[in-house]
């Protein structure tokens, strides 16, 4: 079954304890991508990657990593975690096909709270 | 600069009745894609729909329908005949062709609520 998979699903953690939220797809999809998704704020892209050892930020990169040494992974590392970055988080992969993203495969989320 | 819009922070509609969540959209790519995904409230994103800015047909996915208006920059959603099922946050995507970074912007969501 094709999907994407994100761990854990929820995550309380204390202010300054590094965390790492995984995140692998069995699609081949060349592009992965974060989300963070904030009430009255939509999903806004925190990092990307094109393909292994591509990565770039997106708008809101701020106090997060990310590494892509294998195609099928992406994990998002918060080296020292604050309580605003509370959020349910989202990872993404795409398939380019003729220029154009084709719709996207989302994970199903991980709650992440900032004591 | 890339920008997805939806004016309607909630909707209600009765079950049955047909609905239609608004989004407009900014670009100056001349292809790009536009998504519509429903989040429940269990919270994962479901794929509803995908209309290409090419396609010559307003694309149609059973119940689903977006009106693609593109001189106007529109893509609304249309439900038709809604269940007490569709009660989600839906959101409207765009992919612009070229932007290899922003290969999905989302606007700010539409809360539908159906009720019996």
């Known amino acids: 079954e094709a999907q994407v998979t994100q761990n854990p699903r929820y995550l309380i953690t204390v202010t300054g304890k590094k965390l790492t939220v995984t995140c692998s797809q069995n699609?081949?999809?060349?592009?992965m991508s974060w989300y963070r998704q904030d009430p009255g704020l939509g999903l806004r892209q925190i990092y990307y990657s094109m393909n292994v050892e591509v990565t770039d930020k997106g708008d809101v990169p701020e106090g997060y990593k990310v590494s892509r040494k294998e195609k099928r992974n992406f994990p998002l590392i918060l080296e020292s975690p604050s309580p605003n970055q509370t959020s349910l988080y989202f990872c993404a992969s795409s398939l380019s096909l003729r220029g154009l993203w084709t719709e996207a495969f989302f994970g199903q989320g991980t709650r992440l709270t900032v004591v | 600069a890339q920008k997805i819009t939806q004016t309607q922070p909630g909707m209600f509609v009765q079950e049955k009745e047909a609905v239609t969540l608004d989004c407009t959209y900014d670009?100056?790519?001349?292809?790009?894609?536009l998504f519509w995904y429903k989040q429940p409230s269990s919270g994962e994103m479901i794929f509803l729909i995908y209309q290409g800015s090419y396609d010559q047909q307003n694309a149609t996915e059973g119940r689903y329908s977006l009106n693609f208006q593109k001189a106007r920059k529109s893509a609304n959603l249309v439900i038709s005949a809604s269940q007490l099922g569709d009660s989600a946050m839906y959101f409207c995507?765009?992919?612009?062709?070229?932007?290899?970074?922003?290969?999905?912007?989302f606007g700010k969501g539409t809360t539908l609520s159906v009720s019996s």
């Open positions: 699609m081949n999809h060349e592009y």
């Open positions: 670009t100056s790519d001349p292809s790009y894609g």
């Open positions: 995507a765009m992919s612009p062709l070229g932007q290899a970074g922003t290969a999905l912007i």
